[in-house]
């Protein structure tokens, strides 16, 4: 794992792995680029110190982090109505995939935005077979 | 949802070509984002901030144990309520000051930062740390020669 593995190329945005439903209820894989900002003094609610770079910032409403058994998986699955989940992968890999035939693979370092709160849902495996942990935010789906 | 044990990877449709190679990660070096994690995964490691009742900052390194959780096939740890999540990068350098309004958690993804007490020498935060701050716990913090980057989360309860 590479220290900016969660970086796209020139570094100036978090690249996070996504999952979506469309307008006819239609689950996708895809990417999502959150860009980095420069952080200052003009949003009262921010918990970004000033002089930082802000790449995503939104209202929460729960956290975990959650460290699977080796060999979990899921069938098809939404999350919570109303609520994205934003996902650090800590440890571990899990593939993820959609019915449309897209999927990709959530690695140690890298985010996901998990945004199917609704729709057809994904699933999810434990690529290793050796247990995975991630650190989960849920956020509100209208933000 | 439902959550089960795998036994098989067919069926699980097309999307799914997972042929994992288990092992695969064996050879590579311990993951440092996980180091936070006790060996048989029954507690996590954390750095409290705290204050205490003369508004003197206390940090301690303390072990976090696993949630009661009804689910047999996950452990959870730092279950919250949570008002806002923010991921940031701060650069080399960056020197503040810091009276958090409420309880929060940073969780530093990359690069290193080391979080002061007034009498205190200081603890050093490398990707991997998990910190929390309890609300009022002034402190300093100066980032590391490569900055860092950091998932900071308000927990509201």
């Not at chain 1, 796209?8 to 239609?26: E, H, I, S």
């Not at chain 2, 996980?34 to 996590?44: P, T």
């Not at chain 2, 940090?59 to 919250?80: M, R």
């Not at chain 2, 609300?135 to 490569?146: I, L, V, Y």
Request: net charge negative; proline share 6%; charged share 20%.
């Amino acid at each position: 794992m590479s220290k900016s593995s969660f970086l796209n190329k020139d570094g100036t945005a978090v690249v996070a792995k996504r999952t979506f439903t469309d307008a006819v209820g239609k689950t996708h894989c895809g990417i999502v680029e959150w860009t980095g900002k420069p952080a200052g003094p003009s949003d009262p609610d921010t918990i970004v110190p000033p002089g930082c770079t802000r790449y995503y910032e939104a209202k929460a409403v729960s956290m975990l982090i959650r460290r699977f058994i080796p060999g979990m998986k899921t069938d098809y699955h939404t999350d919570p109505a109303g609520e994205h989940q934003v996902a650090f992968m800590i440890d571990g890999e899990a593939a993820v995939g959609a019915k449309d035939g897209t999927h990709f693979r959530l690695r140690a370092g890298e985010f996901a935005s998990v945004e199917d709160d609704h729709g057809e849902g994904h699933t999810a495996v434990d690529a290793t077979g050796k247990g995975f942990t991630q650190l989960f935010v849920a956020v509100p789906a209208l933000g | 949802m439902k959550i089960e044990r795998r036994t098989l990877l067919a069926g699980s449709g097309a999307a799914l070509a997972i042929a994992a190679a288990p092992g695969a990660l064996a050879a590579k070096d311990p993951n440092p984002l996980a180091a936070f994690i006790a060996a048989d995964g029954s507690a996590i490691k954390a750095v409290k901030v705290t204050m205490d009742d003369e508004g003197e900052t206390h940090i301690a390194e303390t072990d976090v144990a696993a949630d009661n959780s009804p689910y047999p096939l996950f452990k959870q740890f730092l279950t919250h309520k949570a008002s806002r999540v923010a991921i940031y990068a701060a650069p080399p350098g960056h020197k503040i000051t810091v009276i958090p309004a409420a309880k929060q958690l940073i969780y530093v993804i990359a690069g290193s930062l080391t979080v002061k007490g007034k009498n205190d020498a200081g603890h050093e935060c490398v990707a991997g740390s998990a910190i929390l701050l309890e609300a009022g716990a002034r402190h300093r913090e100066h980032t590391g020669p490569d900055g860092y980057s950091a998932i900071k989360v308000a927990l509201a309860d």
